[in-house]
């Protein structure tokens, strides 16, 4: 069997640092591990429709934002695929037949879609499209035949969802479609990075967020004014690192090697964190450290990114080329999905 990966994003915003270590750097390590016979990066601009649909205009602005910072972090598309979803409307008709599949309870029992409903107050009139776009996500993973799905940890409903869709599909069909797995961060600090307020999540909507196009200045008056722990008000108080973001941040961003230059009195991240555990180092002792370490990481990257800005004209080419791409394969894959439905009737005439 081959190795394949499928991933995307909705392009309803810019990225940010929850992205980055929650599945970008993941996905850019198994780009370039040269384990994989294809990878295809998709920005999921029909699923952001599905909550956008009022604004097709942010979803279009945000298309090539998303391909910058994909880039930028090191997505290669001479490696990898890059492509836009809406481009490809096979995905559209794969969608068609796997609703079938899957029935309104167990739609409305995906604890993500869930969570997302609650949070843009559907409840009274929920979009059919929006309740329905784990089995678009499906056929976005099987039209591709991936085995492999990079993603944060909030994607592991959909995997669930595609993969019964999956089963069902082969059972009643035949052998047509692959099962595919999640592959999450193996550090645990990248699985769910919260807000620089302290909230679970970064969100565009809470302003929480630092993005990989910030310039230096704002990651700088971001990390400075990150919430921290409210317990921890003199410098000798013992203070809490396990639901602190800034050290959270550091788990997820630091190495030893960022000690060595930065902050050279400690060895390593478990040294800084047991003195802060026993009190006696300040917050912004911490703080100026964690901005040097994300300096450094993010620097490369926002010149990369500004340096591919200078021509958007050239990623709307290299977002044809790879939807192009992408769109053959699909095809390949509906005439196959078609074939064992049995309703490739017209199949032998061209
Ligand atoms: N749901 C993903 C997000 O919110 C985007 C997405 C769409 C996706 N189709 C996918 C991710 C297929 C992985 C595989 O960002």
Redesign the pocket.
Known sequence: MKNII?????P?GKLHIG?YVGSLKRRVELQNSGKFDKIYV?I?DA??LTDNFDNPEKVRSNITEVALDYMACGIDPKKSTIFV?SHVAELTELTFYYMNLVTLARLERNP?VKAEMKQKNFELSIPMGFLT?PV??TA??TAFK?NT????E??LP??EQ?REIVRSFNGLYGETLVE?KAVLPDNKACLRLPGTDGMVKMSKSLGNCIYLSDSADEIKRKVMSMYTDPNHIKVTDPGDTEHNPTFIYLSAFSSPEHFERYLPEYANLDELKAHYERGGLGDMKVKKFLNAVMQEVLEPIRLRREELAKDIPAVWDMLYEGSEVARKVAAQTLAEVKKSMRIDYFADRN
């Open positions: 499928l991933t995307g994003d909705r309803s992205h998709m999921a699923q952001a979803q993500t776009y678009s996500q976005d993973i991936a799905v990079p993603v944060g909030d994607q959909m995997l595609a595919p």
